[in-house]
């Protein structure tokens, strides 16, 4: 195939409108009769509707991706079918990729000539890089921060859970399903200084770290 295309990782921090730009790309895509095909990992098995919604209002239908899937053989399986792939792959939350679908994606990019795009988070609430972005910031072509502020006017970097108090919870698993969590991005410093005042209030045991 002669079309060359791209595997791009546009990351930022929770609430930095991700999937809002990833649905705005899908609607440009469809008002210039461009091909595309949107997809998501699959993270709570109850959620049936196969469709990427943002807060502002519009969504677009997706496949799903499971853990399993293999998608470069889904790719194959488009093109022995209709002896085509699409131009550009959408992919929303692509954190949750397996390190080997994201190996997969860049080789629909290298054998068939397709764009992908991922949107997704750099790192988990405490702080450490999900292993499908590790894998995106290792092989994509292109690499882009979709930026957002903190309420003191900083870059958010830092994706904290809290809990039912709004203190920040420092352990658990990477993902909650079906819990109670909720996030905030904050940047670095605020992210510190909350943790240090929630140690000096007890409801943070990491004093000596953050000295
Ligand atoms: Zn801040």
């Not at 609607?27 to 919604?53: A, G, H």
């Not at 988990?124 to 910031?137: N, V, Y």
């Amino acid at each position: 195939m002669n079309r060359k295309g791209k595997l791009y990782f546009r990351y930022g921090t929770m609430g930095s409108a991700k999937t809002a730009i990833l649905l705005t790309t899908a609607y440009n895509f469809e008002e210039r009769k461009m091909s595309y095909l949107c997809m998501k990992p699959v993270i709570d098995t109850r959620d049936k509707d196969n469709v990427i919604k943002s807060r502002i209002g519009i969504q677009r239908r997706c496949e799903w991706i499971y853990h399993d899937t293999d998608l470069y053989r889904f790719a194959m399986d488009m093109y022995e079918k209709d002896m085509t792939v699409v131009d550009w792959f959408l992919i929303d939350e692509a954190q949750f990729l397996t390190p080997e679908q994201v190996d997969q994606l860049a080789r629909i990019v290298d054998d068939f000539g397709s764009n992908v795009i991922c949107y997704g988070l750099r790192t988990d609430f405490q702080s450490h890089l999900f292993d499908g972005s590790r894998r995106l910031f290792e092989i994509a072509d292109t690499i882009d921060e979709i930026k957002s502020t903190c309420t003191c006017g900083h870059k958010t970097i830092i994706n904290a859970r809290m809990d039912g108090n709004g203190d920040f919870v420092e352990e658990g698993n990477q993902v909650e399903i079906g819990g109670d969590e909720r996030y905030i991005a904050v940047c670095r410093k605020c992210w510190r200084n909350k943790r240090i005042e929630q140690s000096q209030r007890g409801t943070l045991p990491f004093l000596e770290t953050l000295g």
